[in-house]
């Protein structure tokens, strides 16, 4: 009716839904493979993954979060850094967030979606690999491919204000 009218614009709906759902809703959406890995910090086994050697062109899409469908890396991004898993050395401004963990006596990073909080990975730095001197090291089940390039994005370095 017409309240409907005066309400302001939605935000995207899976930035609301994403952070909305409880443990089960994501539990009962995704396959238990993704979901141990997006929603209980699991790891998939080195060399694996679906888009580990997956190399598409710049112009054939993007990487997006399997839990909300945020884009987070360019194709463009994506490098060989032989690690077994897929390696990235930039993301989409404000896609990703960083916790940083120093239990187990190292210091580590967690790289997480910000749309859903699902976590991606651990991004490392300093190997020289790539002139941004970020190596995110992505499970493939955190991630999908979409074949469109998303427009008004730009991409940095997860670390630079670390």
Request: proline fraction near 7%; aromatic fraction near 8%.
């Amino acid at each position: 009716g017409r309240a409907d009218a005066a309400a302001p614009p939605p935000k995207p709906a899976a930035k609301i839904m994403s952070m909305a759902k409880t443990d089960a809703e994501w539990k009962a959406e995704l396959p238990p493979d993704v979901y141990r890995i997006l929603r209980q910090k699991g790891t998939e086994r080195a060399g694996t993954g679906e888009y580990d050697k997956f190399y598409p062109s710049a112009s054939e899409g993007h990487f997006a979060c399997r839990g909300c469908g945020m884009p987070l890396y360019s194709a463009a991004s994506k490098f060989d850094s032989g690690c077994g898993w897929p390696a990235f050395d930039k993301c989409y401004a404000n896609s990703v967030k960083i916790e940083v963990d120093s239990s187990l006596g190292m210091r580590r990073i967690e790289i997480m979606c910000k749309g859903c909080d699902g976590h991606l990975g651990h991004v490392f730095e300093g190997e020289r690999l790539t002139p941004t001197n970020e190596r995110h090291c992505v499970n493939s089940k955190s991630i999908k491919f979409v074949k469109a390039v998303p427009s008004g994005t730009s991409e940095a370095p997860v670390l630079k204000d670390a």
